[in-house]
T-cell receptor
Framework: TQLLEQSPQFLSIQEGENLTVYCNSSSVFSSLQWYRQEPGEGPVLLVTVVTGGEVKKLKRLTFQFGDARKDSSLHITAAQPGDTGLYLCAGAKWAGNQFYFGTGTSLTVIP | NAGVTQTPKFRILKIGQSMTLQCTQDMNHNYMYWYRQDPGMGLKLIYYSVGAGITDKGEVPNGYNVSRSTTEDFPLRLELAAPSQTSVYFC???????????FGPGTRLTVT
């Protein structure tokens, strides 16, 4: 069973387009993180959101944590080829020591 | 700073063989984790440690063992390799639980 489901699983878009990736669960999380992973490398943290309804921006990337703390979204504006990679969400439970990772969204931005 | 290092980068094992995947971090992090990543499945936690001498099971611990004798090292042991253990293995560390994790480059293991 997968605690966090991401959609879409694969996404291929043209440079300059906008996109949104979703991370959904029936569980409540104390915090949620987004990572990007490039081929042959480990995931690298992009952002952590900790408050229900929180919105964080990182240049062209906008992250939102759902009000009920069960879901999150990642929106990319004017995608660039450098955004290509696997995007992973990861949620932490209250008083826990571990993260539960989502299924991942593989993004390809075509020049 | 080297961060989190893993060896080897690639390994092919025959069914029934054993091996140890090495993980070392130089950031003085108390928490360390082992994950496996299968295609289309995200990362699954195998074992984690909250400090030297303390380890605990994650989601998929069967077929693996760990030890944590020092803060820096967290080796993962496969005793009787099976084809189901073919995967990419990542080690990660963090300053505290459920906090930013720093990942190593991974070990790609094939069991045939």
């Amino acid at each position: 069973t997968q605690l966090l489901e991401q959609s879409p699983q694969f996404l291929s878009i043209q440079e300059g387009e906008n996109l949104t990736v979703y991370c959904n669960s029936s569980s409540v999380f104390s915090s949620l993180q987004w990572y990007r992973q490039e081929p042959g490398e480990g995931p690298v943290l992009l952002v952590t959101v900790v408050t229900g309804g929180e919105v964080k921006k990182l240049k062209r990337l906008t992250f939102q944590f759902g009000d009920a703390r069960k879901d999150s979204s990642l929106h990319i504006t004017a995608a660039q080829p450098g955004d290509t990679g696997l995007y992973l969400c990861a949620g932490a439970k209250w008083a826990g020591n571990q993260f539960y990772f989502g299924t991942g969204t593989s993004l390809t931005v075509i020049p | 700073n080297a961060g989190v290092t893993q060896t080897p980068k690639f390994r092919i094992l025959k069914i029934g063989q054993s091996m140890t995947l090495q993980c070392t971090q130089d950031m003085n992090h108390n928490y360390m984790y082992w994950y496996r990543q299968d295609p289309g499945m995200g990362l699954k936690l195998i074992y984690y440690s909250v400090g030297a001498g303390i380890t605990d099971k994650g989601e998929v611990p069967n077929g693996y063992n760990v030890s944590r004798s020092t803060t820096e090292d967290f080796p993962l042991r496969l005793e009787l390799a099976a084809p189901s253990q073919t995967s990419v293995y990542f080690c990660a560390s963090s300053t505290r639980g459920a906090y930013e994790q720093y990942f190593g480059p991974g070990t790609r293991l094939t069991v045939t």
